[in-house]
């Protein structure tokens, strides 16, 4: 599976939008969520080995689902702010993360690959609240699933992975 990238007038959008969304996460003294929604890439489904996968159920307290105005992408007003770190290994250059969305209260799963390219073995990711459960996976740039497991979790703002990208 080979994951498109985010074409380059996009990235460049992406680093304008730095200031604005350090402001929306709170003025942390950490790297501010990158996740827009031309970074995603859309999937009828994902078949996903289970020995390359990460599970969890989410347990944020904030009222925001993922439906509407996507103000769980915004701390600042309440948004998501529980976190896990995840580790990729068994890729070459880089990888994508993907995610697999299923909600316990409608018949409806959400398929979906990050287009921005990860050169580092880690990542942090908003855990969300409990009205799904979520499957994380990595992609490696040789389009097959890389090992990926979850190191850590934490809250937005605890200063224990600042400088890691976040998604």
């Not at 599970?55 to 702010?81: A, C, E, M, N, Q």
């Not at 990888?95 to 909600?103: D, K, L, P, R, S």
């Not at 497991?149 to 200063?159: N, S």
């Amino acid at each position: 599976m080979k994951i498109q990238k985010v074409p380059a007038y996009f990235r460049v959008f992406d680093y304008l939008l730095f200031p604005l969304m350090w402001i929306l996460c709170g003025f942390k003294l950490e790297l501010p969520q990158e996740t827009h929604r031309w970074h995603m890439r859309n999937y009828p489904s994902i078949k996903v080995p289970k020995n390359k996968i990460v599970k969890i159920t989410g347990d944020d307290p904030s009222r925001h689902s993922v439906k509407g105005f996507p103000f769980y992408h915004i701390p600042l007003l309440g948004g998501w702010k529980k976190y896990i770190i995840l580790e990729a290994k068994n890729y070459r250059k880089f990888w994508n993360v993907g995610w697999i969305v299923e909600f316990k209260d409608r018949d409806e799963v959400i398929y979906q690959i990050q287009g921005a390219r990860i050169y580092s073995p880690f990542i942090k990711l908003l855990k969300g609240i409990s009205d799904s459960d979520k499957t994380f996976f990595a992609v490696g740039d040789d389009g097959n699933f890389a090992d990926i497991k979850q190191i850590d979790e934490g809250v937005l703002g605890d200063g224990k992975y600042r400088s890691v990208r976040f998604f």
